[in-house]
């Protein structure tokens, strides 16, 4: 166990519907990152946050995909209108920034899109 | 971005052999990492090598970085099964990840 918890583990829904995931980090870091991965290839970086700025999001990202961290601590993640494409793994991460900064993973929302 | 990309992207070994992998990025870095992710599962960081160091140790890992040919690799001895997992390699500063190298350890 990291200590980075998602919630939910697994999520099943149907084309068109609006999904939310929840990711809380290790308690004092202050860099939190979503990343997508499907079978096969690595994660692909989504969007990261440092407190509660976002300061980039991948181009990946479409007007679908909104982000949020509230107060600098849990983050949300949600897809509007899912299509079967989205359907893959979303891992979160976070860290404490620094020259040498590390990554802490979840263990990921696997999102099955029908 | 600190993209790395790993190479071979499979490798399929005994057990007991070692096994070699290799990264390469294309931008300055202040260090270089590298994950280790089992099926299913988020990603475990294994090692951070500095820009300013050249080779770097931890238990059966051997990880060396060479910043002129913007490389690295990862050595692991007298491998076990449950070494067989994805290896992912990445720089710093919003790190992003390569397709990974995806071993397997023969019994």
């Known amino acids: 166990d990291t200590g980075v918890s998602q919630n939910p583990r697994h999520k099943i829904t149907k084309r068109g519907q609006n999904v939310t995931f929840r990711c809380d980090p290790i308690s004092e870091h202050n860099r939190l990152y979503w990343y997508r991965q499907t079978l096969g290839q690595g994660p692909e970086f989504l969007t990261y946050f440092q407190n509660e700025a976002q300061l980039e999001k991948s181009r990946l990202l479409s007007d679908r995909f909104s982000a949020e961290r509230p107060k600098g601590s849990f983050s949300t993640l949600e897809i509007q209108r899912t299509e079967q494409g989205d359907s893959a793994m979303y891992l979160c991460?976070?860290?404490?920034?620094?020259?040498?900064?590390?990554?802490?993973f979840g263990s990921g929302t696997q999102l099955s899109v029908l | 971005s600190q993209q790395g990309e790993e190479d071979p992207q499979a490798l399929s070994i005994q057990e007991g052999e070692n096994a070699t992998m290799n990264c390469s990025y294309k931008?300055?870095?202040?260090?270089l990492q590298w994950y280790r992710q089992n099926s299913g599962r988020g990603l475990v960081h294994l090692i951070l090598i500095r820009s300013n160091e050249r080779e770097k140790h931890s238990g059966r890992l051997r990880v060396t970085l060479d910043t002129s040919k913007k490389s690295s690799s990862l050595l692991i001895t007298a491998s076990r099964a449950a070494d067989t997992a994805s290896y992912f390699c990445?720089?710093?500063?919003?790190?992003?990840f390569g397709k990974g190298t995806r071993l397997h350890i023969l019994p």
């Open positions: 931008t300055s870095i202040n260090n």
């Open positions: 991460a976070s860290s404490l920034y620094s020259l040498n900064e590390k990554l802490f």
């Open positions: 990445a720089g710093d500063d919003k790190i992003i």
